[in-house]
Structures are given as structure tokens and as C-alpha cells.
């Protein structure tokens, strides 16, 4: 499992294991754990860096609807995964 590194908005170092990633309509989708084992609290991170950006820019999906789709989504790909909203 990758382990990667984020900066926060306050300039924090933030370690995450990505899980998973996926494509939707275009927009790239990180499923991360902070932990490798057992019950890891997830997040499920959106890309909203701009096309011609060298660096990605992750954030915090927090809308109901879209993290109801992404979650279902990442579920069936993991298979024996189960993520609660």
C-alpha cells in the first residue's frame, strides 16, 4: 500500500495510505486510511488542481450526494470494503 504525504492548509505534513483511486467523469478520486490496518478512519479526496497544474491539489469531498456516489463506487472496486458515511 502507497504511503503519501500531504501538506495541509495550514502547512501541515499529513501521511495517508491510499487505498484506492479512481476516474469519474474526469475527475480524479483518492480513497486514503490513516492507518494500514483495522478499522482506519477514510477520506475520500477529490482533485481540484487546474489541467495544467504540476501538482495536484487534493480536497475533502464534502458534498452528500457526490460522496454517496464516490463511496459506492470505491466500495465495489475494493470488494470487501465497506465504507460508512
Given at each position: 500500500?502507497?504511503?503519501?504525504?500531504?501538506?495541509?492548509?495550514?502547512?501541515?505534513?499529513?501521511?495517508f495510505?491510499?487505498?484506492?483511486?479512481t476516474?469519474?467523469?474526469?475527475?480524479?478520486?483518492?480513497?486514503?486510511?490513516d492507518?494500514?490496518?483495522?478499522?482506519a478512519?477514510?477520506?475520500?479526496?477529490?482533485?481540484?488542481?487546474?489541467?495544467?497544474?504540476?501538482?495536484?491539489?487534493?480536497r475533502?469531498?464534502?458534498?452528500?450526494?457526490?460522496?454517496?456516489?464516490?463511496?459506492?463506487?470505491?466500495?465495489?472496486?475494493?470488494?470487501?470494503?465497506?465504507?460508512?458515511?
Open positions: 500500500m502507497e504511503k503519501i504525504t500531504f501538506m495541509s492548509e495550514d502547512m501541515q505534513e499529513v501521511e495510505f491510499v487505498l484506492e483511486q476516474k469519474i467523469n474526469g475527475v480524479s478520486y483518492i480513497l486514503v486510511a492507518s494500514e490496518e483495522g478499522d478512519e477514510c477520506l475520500i479526496l477529490k482533485d481540484t488542481s487546474e489541467n495544467q497544474s504540476t501538482e495536484s491539489v487534493y475533502i469531498v464534502e458534498n452528500d450526494v457526490e460522496l454517496a456516489a464516490v463511496s459506492k463506487v470505491f466500495e465495489e472496486l475494493l470488494e470487501d470494503v465497506e465504507i460508512e458515511r
